[in-house]
């Protein structure tokens, strides 16, 4: 079975991360592999980014951009924290 590399975590410690604003994330490939490069993978993405505020309403969309074998966005969590979801949730959905 292949291990994850260990590797530091950005995440601040003491930071909330459900908490209202705006999201910076990168997704990255296994090994890096140029998967993305692929048209009908971008083309999953690009319609999976496009769908995320169908599935959760109180998520806005800022900044998408596909890379070779990783993809950066910029997604915003609105104030309404009861009903919406986490930040954990929405990345998941890729």
Same mark, same amino acid.
């Given at each position: 079975?292949?291990?994850?590399?260990?590797?530091?975590?950005?995440?601040?410690?003491?930071?909330?991360?459900?908490?209202?604003?705006?999201?910076?994330? %990168?997704?990255?490939?296994?090994?890096?592999?140029?998967?993305?490069?692929?048209?009908?993978?971008? %083309?999953?993405?690009?319609? %999976?980014?496009?769908?995320?505020?169908?599935? @959760?309403? %109180?998520?806005?969309?800022?900044? @998408?951009?596909?890379?070779?074998?990783?993809?950066? @966005?910029?997604?915003?969590?609105?104030?309404?924290?009861?009903?919406?979801?986490?930040?954990?949730q929405v990345v998941a959905t890729y």
């Amino acid at each position: 079975m292949n291990q994850r590399p260990s590797r530091h975590s950005l995440r601040l410690l003491s930071y909330d991360y459900d908490s209202p604003g705006a999201y910076f994330v %990168t997704l990255c490939t296994v090994e890096r592999k140029a998967l993305f490069e692929q048209p009908d993978l971008r %083309t999953i993405l690009e319609e %999976t980014w496009e769908m995320l505020p169908q599935r @959760f309403p %109180t998520v806005k969309l800022d900044t @998408f951009v596909i890379m070779p074998d990783h993809v950066h @966005f910029i997604l915003w969590l609105e104030e309404n924290a009861e009903s919406g979801p986490r930040l954990g949730q929405v990345v998941a959905t890729y």
